[in-house]
């Protein structure tokens, strides 16, 4: 009796500008194939490697498929299966406890592990808003970046991920796209073979970076000083789009005289480059309007990132590159989409809205926030933790502090998952939530302009339920009778988009459920004549809501923290700079369970330069310590001039306890935030590096209840 075989469409959840659109062929209600859509035109019928392992995730052994409490120490990761119903009556009971005393002692914690709109941050902000909870601030990755979009341009948004295929010039600017955002590396092959020019910046020469014509290696965290001295070099020379900039921009009198600060010696000396390199990129990018930055958010992870986006984003409005479609900048598109954010989270249902909204938690200084004692600025003292979409204790900069402040016995912790990571092994209730084969959402997309729905394919594995099910349980138990908690996964889709927004003309919900996308309708040169979202509607070089905050109006260079230029002293003790940016099989902290793709990134790798491996007696495969003054960790080094002289690269982001030594690089990544925006400073982070005194033979030291079973198998 075999039901036929049946396709449906999905949508990609993950972390990831491309927002591909997915075919699901099932077979007996068993999902057994997941590809690219080929009638989706960012997609173009092609998924990454990792997605494409899709089923392979969704079916895994080890996936959550019950409730579960804790029976061991903190931390440990043992438990025992419950009912949903014992799940929850325990959980309504103690968050009820901590609510009626000082709800603000409960915070929400999560992050992208799905993009969806209602898998995201629906019923569950509501639940929090309700309660009268903390908030936090979702700031991990994006923020230093989205804030100097919006004081320079009033906005996130910019050109289109296809024109870039007619763009002369192609700036790669921070961004690793063939690993990260492959739907816009395809854009750029094709403006190659018609001729254009690609050129990488980055200190890494990245997967990316080594197919580009040209790759420039500046030191990390001085891209602001690179596209001053760029702009140094359009002013003097006069490559400079005058009606443009007279009719559309604000301040260029000031910005110019700030650029003047800025000649090639100085530039060259601060970015480490040569300043006919400078000169020569300047020359390049001036010399054609159309002329594109994919700017990204590799450069934004140290303490001027905000102000290094501001600068470069002044870029195309000095040269009227924006007036061609093929030319601008883009670092996200995700504010074209008409979210109506206020519908889905209703901030509205907190206790003190508008006028005292409940206190806000920066997510990049959880370690610090987890170990404070509460009271005076601080507020109470954190009690629950309500884990979802996210893996802290694998991805929170400092991660010993992290660690530790999950560890605190007296922390109620819950976790929403689908496997047992490394914050799960600190729950002291996980519960199984489905994957996007197995729920209803919407999407909006960072790197295209298409609204995307996707419907359940497949039943839920075992007792696995959506995050929004599970926040509807648990208003239910705890005897909340708000209606806004209880709605139906299809009406909060429904409410997500404001439709009668002209970039939704002529769609409604019934259509876009049958339809499976939209393209939003937009112009193509979006900025052509101007019409910037901020207060003056031009591209504010000067900005005088920075200056009202007493904060710096124009874009500037700040040296990173961690730096010889910002801190000599810490410089002396820990000479190399170390980013960890995204593995390409990995996304962030997920897929690194997935045994094949483990495979394929193999182990903690440190790529370190020749000169700077040799002064240290290391040698190509030999087990290395990075260590500072926030912890260590071990990887196998891989010798290198990938990495630029000075510079050290751990690819990431591991599970702890899939690493050998139970350690992964947020171990030494700290909790500062960036200038603008309150973001992390991933890539902002001094280090030493030095041979393991128990040589490269280490392997394992994972405690072995940590360790998944298959894994134990491996080694
Ligand atoms: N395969 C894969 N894809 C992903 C992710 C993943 O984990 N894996 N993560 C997703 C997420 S959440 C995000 S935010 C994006 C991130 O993707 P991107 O925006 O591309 O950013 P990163 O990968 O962090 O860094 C990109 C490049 O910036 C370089 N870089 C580091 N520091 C600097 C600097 O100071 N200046 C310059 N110019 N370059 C620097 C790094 O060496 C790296 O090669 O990718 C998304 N896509
Ligand atoms: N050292 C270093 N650290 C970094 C970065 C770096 O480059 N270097 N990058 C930073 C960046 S850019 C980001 S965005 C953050 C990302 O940090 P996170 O957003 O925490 O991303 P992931 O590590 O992928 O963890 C997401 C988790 O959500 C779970 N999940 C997925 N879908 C669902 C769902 O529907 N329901 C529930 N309950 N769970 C679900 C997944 O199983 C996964 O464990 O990491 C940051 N940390
Ligand atoms: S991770 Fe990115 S490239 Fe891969 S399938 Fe998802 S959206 Fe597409
Ligand atoms: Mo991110």
Redesign the pocket.
Same mark, same amino acid.
């Given at each position: 009796m075999n039901a036929p075989i049946e396709f449906a469409r999905a949508v990609c959840p993950? %972390?990831?500008?491309d927002t591909c659109a997915m075919r699901v062929t099932i077979d007996n209600g068993r999902a057994i194939k997941v590809v690219g859509d080929p009638e989706h035109a960012p997609t173009q019928g092609v998924l990454?490697t990792?997605v494409s392992r899709y089923a392979e995730r969704v079916y895994h052994p080890n996936r959550l498929t019950t409730p579960m409490k804790r029976v061991g120490r903190k931390g440990e990761g043992r438990f025992e299966p419950i009912s949903w119903d014992a799940a929850l009556e325990f959980a309504a009971a103690r968050l009820s406890e901590i609510a009626r005393r000082a709800p603000e002692a409960i915070l929400p914690y999560s992050y992208?592990g799905t993009m969806g709109l209602v898998q995201g941050d629906s019923i569950a902000q509501r639940f929090f808003h309700k309660l009268g909870a903390s908030q936090l601030d979702r700031t991990i990755?994006?923020a230093a970046g989205a804030a100097g979009m919006k004081y320079t341009y009033g906005t996130g948004v910019g050109m289109h991920t296809e024109f870039f295929a007619e763009s002369e010039v192609i700036l790669i600017?921070?961004?690793?796209?063939i690993? @990260?955002?492959l739907h816009f590396w395809t854009r750029a092959q094709e403006a190659k073979r018609r001729g254009a020019q690609l050129i990488a910046? %980055?200190?890494?020469r @990245?997967l990316?970076?080594e197919k580009c014509h040209q790759h420039i290696a500046?030191?990390?965290?001085? %891209?602001g000083a #690179?596209a001053l001295g760029m702009m140094n070099v359009l002013i003097t020379e006069d490559l400079l789009d005058h009606a443009y900039i007279e009719a559309h921009t604000l301040g260029f009198a000031e910005l110019k005289e700030r650029a003047l600060n800025y000649p090639l010696s100085r530039a060259s000396e601060i970015c480490g480059i040569e300043g006919q390199v400078i000169a020569d990129l300047a020359r390049l990018y001036g010399g054609t309007k159309k002329a594109a930055i994919r700017l990204?958010?590799? #450069?934004q992870? &140290?303490r001027g990132g905000g102000n290094?986006v501001r600068a470069i984003a002044c870029l195309p409005s000095l040269t009227g590159a924006w007036r061609e479609r093929a030319g601008g900048a883009l670092l996200s598109s995700g504010g074209w989409a008409p979210v109506d954010s206020h519908a889905l989270q209703r901030p509205d249902l907190m206790p003190g809205w508008p006028a005292r909204p409940s206190r806000v938690v920066n997510m990049n200084a959880i370690g610090d926030a987890l170990l404070h004692p509460g009271e005076a600025a601080f507020g109470p003292k954190i009690e629950a933790i309500v884990v979802y979409n996210s893996n802290p204790v694998a991805v929170a900069p400092d991660s010993e502090r992290v660690a530790a402040g999950f560890a605190r016995e007296d922390l109620f912790t819950i976790v929403l998952e689908h496997f047992q990571t490394d914050t799960a092994d600190y729950a002291d209730l996980l519960l199984p939530a489905t994957t996007q084969l197995e729920h209803l959402d919407v999407h909006k997309s960072y790197g295209h302009t298409h609204v995307m729905v996707n419907l359940p394919a497949i039943a839920p594995i075992g007792d696995a339920r959506p995050n929004t099910e599970i926040f509807r349980g648990l208003a239910r138990h705890m005897g909340l009778d708000e209606p806004a908690l209880f709605e139906s996964d299809e009406a909060i889709a429904q409410a997500a988009f404001r439709w009668q927004d002209k970039t939704l003309e002529g769609m409604d919900w019934p259509t876009l459920k049958q339809a499976g996308w939209a393209k939003l309708n937009l112009p193509d040169a979006p900025f052509a004549d101007g019409g910037f979202r901020t207060p003056s509607g031009k591209c504010e070089f000067y900005s005088e809501r920075l200056a009202q905050q007493g904060l710096d109006p124009l874009p500037d260079y700040l040296p990173?923290y961690e730096s010889a230029d910002g801190s000599p002293e810490l410089a002396a003790r820990y000479p190399l700079a170390m980013?960890s940016?995204?593995?390409?099989? !990995? #996304?962030? @902290?997920?897929f690194v369970n997935i045994e094949s793709l483990r495979a394929t990134e193999g182990e903690p790798h440190l790529d370190i330069h020749p000169v700077d491996a040799h002064a240290r007696n290391i040698a190509d495969g030999d087990q290395v310590r990075i260590f500072n003054d926030r912890g260590s960790m071990q990887a196998r080094a891989r010798v290198t001039d990938r990495a630029r002289e000075g510079l050290v &690269?751990g690819l @990431?982001?591991w599970w702890k306890k899939l690493a050998p030594d139970g350690r992964n690089a947020n171990q030494l990544t700290s909790q500062a935030l960036t200038d603008l925006g309150g973001s992390a400073t !991933?890539?902002d982070c001094l280090v030493e590096v030095e041979r393991a005194r128990n040589g490269s033979e280490t392997r394992l030291d994972i405690p072995s209840a940590h360790v998944p079973r298959e894994f134990e198998a491996d080694v």
């Open positions: 993950h %972390d990831c500008p990454c990792k992208a990755c994006a600017w921070g961004a690793n796209p690993a @990260s955002n910046i %980055d200190p890494y @990245s990316t970076a500046p030191k990390p965290g001085t %891209d #690179l990204n958010y590799g #450069l992870r &140290v290094a990173p980013i940016p995204p593995a390409r099989n !990995f #996304l962030n @902290s997920t &690269v @990431s982001i !991933f890539y």
